[in-house]
């Protein structure tokens, strides 16, 4: 079992920043990959950023490359997503994910284990 436990949402003023953190505890951390997805009113979840166990490896939806980054401390068991440039558009509910390893990162079937969401706001 693996539980994630996401933190960091808020209201932000178009332009602002924000750093969400991913606390993970059960089955250990360094062992598994993770990813990041939000979910606007009215639509479905969709891809943010991923990242490899180790760290060594990083994937971005378009829509956010360049503005955020992914990172991860596996002494803290934690995984983050700072985000940068922030626009009325990236207001949403966001999501740590553990993935299965050999999935297709980009898809929300390829993770097994979701955190229960922080709310984003970006006001313009």
């Known amino acids: 079992q693996v539980q994630l436990v996401e933190s960091g949402g808020g209201l932000v003023q178009a332009g602002g920043s924000l750093r969400l953190s991913c606390a993970a505890s059960?089955?250990?951390?360094?062992?598994?990959?993770m990813g990041w997805f939000r979910q606007a009113p009215g639509k479905e979840r969709e891809f943010v950023a991923f990242?490899?166990?180790?760290?060594?490896?990083?994937y971005y939806a378009d829509s956010v490359k360049g503005r955020f980054t992914i990172s991860r401390d596996n002494a803290k068991n934690t995984a983050y997503l700072q985000m940068n440039s922030l626009t009325p558009e990236d207001t949403a509910v966001y999501y740590c994910?553990?993935?299965?390893?050999?999935?297709?990162?980009?898809?929300?079937?390829?993770?097994?284990?979701w955190g229960q969401g922080t709310q984003v706001t970006v006001s313009s």
């Open positions: 990242i490899t166990w180790s760290g060594g490896s990083t």
């Open positions: 059960g089955r250990t951390f360094s062992s598994y990959n």
């Open positions: 994910a553990k993935h299965r390893v050999g999935d297709n990162y980009a898809y929300t079937g390829s993770y097994d284990y």
